[in-house]
């Protein structure tokens, strides 16, 4: 009988975690390309830095694009249901991602290339901006009573999981193809490879049902008419809360996969396959401190681990780059394990916590809004990192910028208050935090 209970919400998680695997492979995979790529193929004609900062450039377009995607795919999320917005979410991150492995580049139709890779990579950011909320108001709404953290932690693991793919795929083409070939048409294989993967992912997500949570909420009440503005309206310093308590883990994220990659491999003469290779291992690292510490906020509460993580961030930051610096990859390595411990401390929980401070019918706008603001601070912060060592020739000016992001985060998440005993069809009575609830 348990084991019949829990099969619609094990399925509803895995299909989750295929579904956002999926859209974070196909997010990421850019990310690493405009590391070591796009700089040459659609801005040639600059000098590489300011390439490699344009490229960036462009990898920052998705995070712009990704709150636009949240707030309208969250306005019909919260009237429509989750599960039609996942699936167009997939559809439209599909063929923007194949649209890019088939675009020309500048040498074959000039300055047209890198303004059709901005498009699709303004695409690519408004699908996924849609696709987190959805995902993981599936995940938390399906889940039994006190599993929430556990079961909204599987989505969460389709990020590290895209990384380890995309990462993955780079790692072997640079192994298997010479450099000519590479930047000629390598680069392009897992771009055109996701066209499977969402042919995969719709197939799971069309056997999904809709989320309960939603369908008893629909029963009770009529949708709100514009649950965005509303949600703005009314929840106002919770969103912002919500987006700064994510910021850092955002932000770092996206500094150590994408910025530091090409960083690396520039000016601190690591070889490429090795760095490729660690982020690899250091993502696949990541998957069982991300399930573990969603279970572990099931325990203990949400908002210890958030304080924990960031507390931990802001202090062993500079030690971080200091270590990245010695040109060790093993202790490029250990400074990296690290790191994820801190921002998996706040990634594992996040989707039930996010879930647990909005109510039902404006908890897809909530949630999605929260998550998608901090993105921004995300998706510049690749950029960020470029100009800061061409304006100062030191890593250490990243290490000041990262203990500002993660003092930022611990003072959001201090703001906010512990939802663990609260139901999320309204407020729990017996809640043993109602000073903080």
Sequence with gaps: MASASLRVPRRVAAASLVGTTIEWFDFFIYGTAAALVFNKVFFPSVDPAVGTIAALGTFATGFIARPIGGAVFAHFGDRVGRKPMLVYSLLLM????????????????????????????????FGVGGEWGGAALMAVENAPDGRRGFYGSWPQVGVPLGLVLGTGSFLVLDLTVSEAAFMSWGWRIPFLASAVLIAVGMWIRLTVAESPVFQRDQEKREASRMPVLQVLREHPKLIFLAAGSFVATNATFYISSVWLVSYATTQLDYERSTILGANTLLSASDIPMILLLGLLSDKVGRRPLFLAGMALLALFSIPYFLLVQTGVIGLFILGGLVVQVCRSSVYGPQSAYFAELFPTHLRYSGASLSYQIASIVGGVAPAICGLLVLWTGSLMAVAGFTVLLALISLASSWGMTETLTRGLDGPTETSRVTAQA
Excluded: E, N, S
């Design 94 to 125: 599909g063929a923007a991602t194949v649209g890019i492995g088939l675009l020309p580049g500048y040498a074959a139709i000039g300055v047209l290339a890198p303004l059709l890779l901005i498009v699709l990579r303004f695409a690519q950011g």
